[in-house]
């Protein structure tokens, strides 16, 4: 079965100290890989994305996330935290074997919460 | 401004009593979905829709209706609400090809129904 898995609920980091939120997958063939985020009291909002090529992928306010397949993760990084990055993180797949169903399976979601 | 807006954001109403939470995007996106957040669940998908006219069962539809008879619009629809479709529902848009294209998602409509 496909699947998505957050290993972690909640994620703790100093401000300006680096961050890493993981994520790994188990579909049949190749992924599609997507990372959201969602604020509170609002939808999930786009970070970034893996099609294929490069494996370092950089997306929006700073977050990067590097696509490992021979260890199928997904891990949403930033070299140095905010206060304001503290949110609900959630990494999502679609096999591309899918089509254009536009289906998504996500994780159950990660807590990074930044301290000050 | 580009967005996919959702209404009602708060409900509270009984069991039996149905109810419909409208999803309208301004983007002219072919492909919408629903989905309920539950905690410790991530999302699922409820429904999804291609194109007008063309919807199709996500992962939890039991209990569920949609209907797609213009671009903008995917309501959903819960004909006779029970407990255990008390949840956070989004409702998302892309553009064709979502095959690789990022959702957009509206703020979301929190329901319980008692």
């Known amino acids: 079965a496909q699947s998505v898995a957050q290993p972690e609920d909640q994620v703790n980091v100093a401000e300006g100290n680096p961050l890493t939120v993981k994520c790994t997958y188990s579909?049949?063939?190749?992924?599609?890989l997507f990372w959201y985020v969602q604020y509170p009291n609002r939808g999930l909002q786009f970070l970034l994305k893996?099609?294929?090529?490069?494996?370092l992928v950089k997306g929006s306010y700073g977050f990067e996330a590097e696509f490992n397949k021979s260890q199928t993760s997904f891990h949403l990084k930033k070299p140095s935290a905010l206060v304001s990055d503290s949110a609900l993180y959630f990494c999502a797949v679609r096999p591309a074997k899918w089509g254009n169903t536009g289906k998504l399976i996500f994780g159950q979601g990660t807590t990074l919460q930044v301290k000050p | 401004e580009a967005q996919v807006t959702q209404n009602p954001r708060y409900l509270i109403t009984v069991t039996g009593k149905k109810l419909t939470v409208t999803c309208s995007q301004n983007?002219?996106?072919?492909?919408m979905s629903w989905y309920r957040q539950d905690p410790g669940l991530g999302l699922r998908q409820i429904y999804y829709s291609m194109n007008v006219e063309v919807t199709d069962k996500g992962d939890v539809p039991e209990g569920y209706k949609v209907s797609r008879k213009e671009k903008r619009n995917f309501p959903l629809i819960l004909e006779s609400p029970s407990p255990n479709q008390t949840s956070l529902y989004f409702c998302?848009?892309?553009?064709?090809?979502?095959?690789?294209?990022?959702?957009?998602f509206g703020d979301g409509t929190r329901l319980s129904i008692l």
């Open positions: 893996y099609i294929t090529g490069d494996n």
């Open positions: 998302a848009s892309s553009s064709g090809g979502a095959r690789n294209q990022p959702q957009h």
């Open positions: 579909v049949s063939g190749n992924p599609y």
């Open positions: 983007m002219n996106h072919e492909y």
